[in-house]
T-cell receptor, first 112, second 115 residues
């Protein structure tokens, strides 16, 4: 039972344009959401997060939007750079728990 | 500050064997979690240890077990290996305080191939 879903396995974007990665979840008990980035042969690295009490969080070129009513979040990367090419995982955490539920990932390719 | 260290990085086993993977968390981190990554399933939570106690467990059979030592280092064991156990096993550490952001710091993983 996949509680966090990333329905797009891959995305290609031109350098300098916006990348939008989407994520849906089913569990209304999730109160914290995170995005991780993973390069081949490396472990995932934390990118940005958002609490369920907010609808937007921004960090440099990265912005995460949360729509609780739709149980949907998205990661915007502006402008996209070739070094952003990686697999991006959306993750969610329930109140009081420390384990994360991950999506299956979206492979982003930024074309120079 | 040293990151999360996992050993071995790569290993090959045959069906029916057992395997032990090791994880050293970031200094000062007392929580260690294990995840299994497979191509079709993404990252699946195995279990979490904090202060040598298993605090949470994912939906995996009893063949998967783990433990944590007093220095916060952790090991996971998989017994009676099956072909489907071939995966990247990731260890993550965190501070796990009341105000935690939920951020996990991952190691590079141990890639297990079962033949």
């Amino acid at each position: 039972d996949q509680q966090v879903k990333q329905n797009s396995p891959s995305l290609s974007v031109q350098e300098g344009r916006i990348s939008i990665l989407n994520c849906d979840y089913t569990n209304s008990m999730f109160d914290y959401f995170l995005w991780y980035k993973k390069y081949p042969a490396e472990g995932p690295t934390f990118l940005i997060s958002i609490s369920s009490i907010k609808d937007k969080n921004e960090d440099g070129r990265f912005t995460v939007f949360l729509n609780k009513s739709a149980k949907h979040l998205s990661l915007h990367i502006v402008p996209s750079q070739p070094g952003d090419s990686a697999v991006y995982f959306c993750a969610a955490r329930r109140t009081g728990a420390n384990n994360l539920f991950f999506g299956t990932g979206t492979r982003l390719t930024v074309i120079p | 500050k040293a990151g999360v260290t996992q050993t071995p990085r790569y290993l090959i086993k045959t069906r029916g064997q057992q395997v032990t993977l090791s994880c050293s968390p970031i200094s000062g981190h007392r929580s260690v979690s294990w995840y299994q990554q497979t191509p079709g399933q993404g990252l699946q939570f195995l279990f979490e240890y904090f202060s040598e106690t298993q605090r949470n467990k994912g939906n995996f059979p009893g063949r998967f077990s783990g433990r944590q030592f007093s220095n916060s280092r952790s090991e996971m064991n998989v017994s009676t290996l099956e072909l489907g156990d071939s995966a990247l096993y990731l260890c993550a550490s965190s501070l796990r305080t009341g105000g935690t952001t939920g951020e996990l710091f991952f190691g590079e993983g141990s890639r297990l191939t079962v033949l």
